[in-house]
């Protein structure tokens, strides 16, 4: 399918970004997002002071990516396969289900202060903090390679942007999930281990999805394309740019703008 039958009339793409992205661009992509959730548990590991200073501005940059990514690039697109009201709903219904699962079932991680975890209250025992953050993140990253895989099948270029949402927020990921672990009590080589093993879902999810969605018709790849958006949209606005902005440092703006701008250059570049 053309990338550029599929975009705003008087819209042109290059002919290097039309049809779904070969296999080869897909394994790649499955080892990025595996490779930035395993970045972000090697730097607690190693540069835990560090890691935990600037977690903030490194968060603020992927908000800006996810929530610009998914207005410029996902739901656009998904508009184009199903109208803009279709495709809206669908964006809702996404946006809606992560924040009920998250505000009921999963105890929400806060990555702020000087040590991996802030001291903040839950309806969970403390030891159970962890598991249910690393369950809930599994769950997110099924969802993650998912978008990505359907973004690949849609064509390379909105593959990649996908893909680029993706890996951005994983090493964030990866220092939430080893400080959860940390908080409940678990020892810091097994958190290590746990989280490795959870940065092999989205990979996982991804190569099955995109040779699975091959093929599939327009409208059910509009619909995924759609929840991906919603759910970037609400990671990206209402978990990460909180704490992107929660201890009030300019640098934490200037990375949030820098991510949305990079999500314009692309979309700009893809005309």
Same mark, same amino acid.
């Given at each position: ?9 008087? +819209? ?5 970004? @039309?049809g ?7 394994t ?10 395993? =970045?972000?548990v090697?730097? *607690?590991?190693?540069? +835990?002071?560090?890691?935990i200073?600037h977690?903030?501005?490194? =968060?603020?940059?992927?908000?800006? &990516? ?5 207005l410029?690039? &996902?739901?656009?697109? @998904?508009?184009e396969l199903?109208?803009?009201?279709l495709?809206?709903?669908w964006a /809702?219904?996404?946006f ?10 999963i105890?929400? *991680? ?6 991996p975890l !802030?001291?903040?209250?839950? !309806?969970?025992p ?12 599994? =769950?997110h990253?099924i969802v993650d390679g998912?978008?990505v ?6 064509g390379?270029?909105?593959? @990649? ?6 890996i951005?927020h994983k090493?964030p ?5 080893m400080?959860a672990?940390?908080h409940?009590g ?17 990979? &996982?999810a991804?190569?099955?999805s995109?040779?699975?969605?091959r093929?599939?018709s !327009?409208?059910?790849?509009?619909i995924?394309?759609? /929840?991906?958006?919603?759910s970037f &949209?609400?990671?990206?606005a209402? !978990?990460?740019l909180?704490?992107g ?5 300019p640098?934490n ?6 991510? @949305?701008l990079?999500? *314009?250059?692309?979309?700009?570049a893809?005309?």
């Amino acid at each position: 399918m053309s990338i550029g039958a599929t975009l705003a009339a008087g +819209e042109v793409v290059g002919e290097a970004a @039309s049809g779904a992205a070969p296999p080869a661009a897909a394994t790649g992509f499955a080892l990025l997002t595996a490779l930035g959730m395993l =970045i972000g548990v090697w730097t *607690v590991r190693r540069f +835990e002071p560090w890691a935990i200073k600037h977690t903030a501005e490194l =968060i603020a940059f992927a908000a800006g &990516l996810l929530v610009c990514g998914a207005l410029l690039h &996902l739901l656009p697109r @998904s508009a184009e396969l199903l109208g803009p009201e279709l495709s809206l709903t669908w964006a /809702l219904v996404a946006f809606v289900g992560f924040y009920l699962v998250e505000a009921h079932f999963i105890p929400h *991680v806060h990555a702020r202060g000087e040590s991996p975890l !802030d001291e903040h209250h839950h !309806d969970h025992p403390t030891q159970t903090v962890g598991p249910l953050v690393v369950g809930g993140l599994a =769950i997110h990253s099924i969802v993650d390679g998912v978008s990505v895989g359907a973004g690949l099948t849609a064509g390379a270029v909105i593959g @990649s942007v996908t893909a680029l949402l993706v890996i951005a927020h994983k090493l964030p990921v990866g220092i939430a999930a080893m400080s959860a672990l940390y908080h409940s009590g678990v020892s810091g080589q097994r958190a290590a281990l746990v989280t490795s093993a959870l940065a092999m879902v989205t990979p &996982l999810a991804l190569l099955v999805s995109y040779f699975t969605f091959r093929g599939i018709s !327009d409208q059910l790849l509009g619909i995924l394309l759609s /929840l991906a958006g919603g759910s970037f &949209l609400y990671v990206g606005a209402a !978990d990460l740019l909180p704490e992107g902005q929660a201890l009030g440092r300019p640098t934490n703006t200037l990375m949030f703008v820098l991510g @949305s701008l990079l999500m *314009v250059a692309i979309k700009l570049a893809a005309h």
